[in-house]
């Protein structure tokens, strides 16, 4: 059964500061992975998205990389801002052989907070 | 460009009550899904639906039940509600991968947030 776990749990840091969020998988068997964010209450906003096939995907000021053989993704943020203050999930899509669904196992989050 | 569109946003049910979600995925999307996402938890997979048929099932409660239309709108029915049933609910929309074209991103709707009082 595929697990997913997220490092660190939360985490705090001034503004300005470039940050690294972990996501680890322990089935290697992955379509793809991808990133969200989650504001308090709010739904899901998809950041990124890395195919089994590639090694990082990058949009504006985030980078994500996705290591499959070790069952491991970064999520790179440069230059934090107050406004990046929210939850981060990761999420994989399981390789269905026969089947028809990208379904979603996600992460527990990491809880960001970054003091202006 | 037009997105998951989930009604209703917010709903507030009694114990026993029914209650019934719904979502209209992107247009051109064939793989619809929901998601329960607990207070502090992350979201867990109920069941997903690829061209009107169920094609996978999570964690959804016998109580719960899912079908997807015609149009592709998907509604979400829950009975006998409980207290552990308050929750936000999403729906997501993708196609199907196998396709050249198609990287498999799931698109969430905005949810919708279910309160048992």
């Known amino acids: 059964k595929q697990e997913v776990t997220q490092i660190p749990a939360a985490l705090s840091v001034p503004e300005g500061e470039n940050l690294v969020l972990n996501c680890s998988f322990t089935?290697?068997?992955?379509?793809?992975l991808q990133w969200f964010r989650q504001d308090p209450g709010k739904g899901l906003t998809s950041l990124l998205l890395?195919?089994?096939?590639?090694r990082e995907q990058t949009s504006g000021r985030l980078n994500a990389s996705l290591d499959k053989s070790s069952g491991r993704s970064t999520l790179y943020i440069a230059a934090s801002q107050p406004g990046d203050s929210a939850t981060y999930l990761c999420?994989?899509?399981?390789?269905?052989?026969?089947?028809?669904?990208?379904?979603?196992?996600f992460g527990t989050g990491t809880l960001l907070a970054v003091q202006p | 460009a037009a997105g998951v569109i989930q009604s209703p946003r917010h709903l507030i049910k009694e114990k026993r009550e029914t209650a019934t979600l719904k979502c209209y995925p992107i247009?051109?999307?064939?793989?619809v899904y929901w998601y329960q996402q607990g207070p502090g938890q992350d979201p867990q997979f109920l069941i997903s639906?690829?061209?009107?048929?169920?094609?996978d099932k999570g964690s959804i409660p016998d109580r719960f039940s899912a079908q997807q239309f015609s149009d592709y709108h998907s509604e979400l029915n829950m009975s006998s509600l409980e207290l552990g049933d308050s929750a936000l609910y999403f729906c997501?929309?993708?196609?199907?991968?196998?396709?050249?074209?198609?990287?498999?991103?799931?698109?969430f709707g905005e949810g919708s947030r279910l309160t048992v009082l």
């Open positions: 997501a929309s993708s196609l199907v991968k196998g396709t050249a074209e198609n990287t498999g991103e799931l698109f």
């Open positions: 890395i195919q089994s096939s590639q």
């Open positions: 089935d290697s068997a992955i379509y793809n």
């Open positions: 247009p051109r999307h064939d793989t």
């Open positions: 639906f690829y061209e009107k048929m169920q094609s």
């Open positions: 999420a994989v899509s399981q390789v269905e052989y026969g089947g028809a669904t990208n379904k979603l196992i």
